[in-house]
T-cell receptor, first 115, second 109 residues
Framework: DSGVTQTPKHLITATGQRVTLRCSPR?????VYWYQQSLDQGLQFLIQ???????AKGNILERFSAQQFPDLHSELNLSSLELGDSALYFC??????????????FGSGTQLSVL | GQNIDQPTEMTATEGAIVQINCTYQ??????LFWYQQHAGEAPTFLSY????GLEEKGRFSSFLSRSKGYSYLLLKELQMKDSASYLC??????????FGTGTQLKVEL
């Protein structure tokens, strides 16, 4: 158990809908990262927050947004869903804002299926 | 940009040694990580290299050559439970961690 909690574990929805994925980082960790993993692609970095502030942005679509709350949990909002958004979404946490030698602790992921 | 290449899949025999290679081209370099991911599960940290050379940790070792943009993960005394995807990840400029697509390792009897 990494200490990172993601909910829900599975999510099935229809095209055009909007969903919210939730993540609670390990106790004491200030950074939260969101990654998307599709069958044919590796882990794609979406976005990172550190202590409530956006720290780094990756290949995140405009239809997607995220935020980190004062209690450090984070939410990833996916809207106007398309079939291609079906993927495993991972949240990871670390204690530092993003630096060398800082391994990430991953949650068990949310499997999103868009039908 | 970042480009990371690793073989898609490999097969090895229980008890043997296997080497999984990773080559990378990145803008900036702050370290290279290897993660293990079993199907449907979260990636878990295996190793970290920032200086050239070999880092050994039990049955797993990882090597880095920054001048060649090359790393490998060496797994010794393979066990069936080592069947998993092995992800090479590079921390480049801006402290952004970029993952390769992973190498699916199958360990057979």
């Amino acid at each position: 158990d990494s200490g990172v909690t993601q909910t829900p574990k599975h999510l099935i929805t229809a095209t055009g809908q909007r969903v919210t994925l939730r993540c609670s980082p390990r106790s004491g960790d200030l950074s939260v990262y969101w990654y998307q993993q599709s069958l044919d692609q590796g882990l794609q970095f979406l976005i990172q927050y550190y202590n409530g502030e956006e720290r780094a942005k990756g290949n995140i679509l405009e239809r997607f947004s995220a935020q980190q709350f004062p209690d450090l949990h984070s939410e990833l909002n996916l809207s106007s869903l398309e079939l291609g958004d079906s993927a495993l979404y991972f949240c990871a946490s670390s204690n530092l804002p993003g630096s060398t030698n800082e391994k990430l602790f991953f949650g068990s992921g949310t499997q999103l299926s868009v039908l | 940009g970042q480009n990371i290449d690793q073989p898609t899949e490999m097969t090895a025999t229980e008890g043997a040694i296997v080497q999984i290679n990773c080559t990378y081209q990145t803008s900036g370099f702050n370290g290279l990580f290897w993660y293990q991911q079993h199907a449907g599960e979260a990636p878990t940290f295996l190793s970290y290299n920032v200086l050239d050379g070999l880092e050994e940790k039990g049955r797993f070792s990882s090597f880095l050559s920054r001048s060649k943009g090359y790393s490998y993960l060496l797994l010794k005394e393979l066990q069936m439970k080592d069947s998993a995807s092995y992800l090479c990840a590079v921390e480049g400029g801006g402290n952004k961690l970029t993952f390769g697509t992973g190498t699916q390792l199958k360990v057979e009897l």
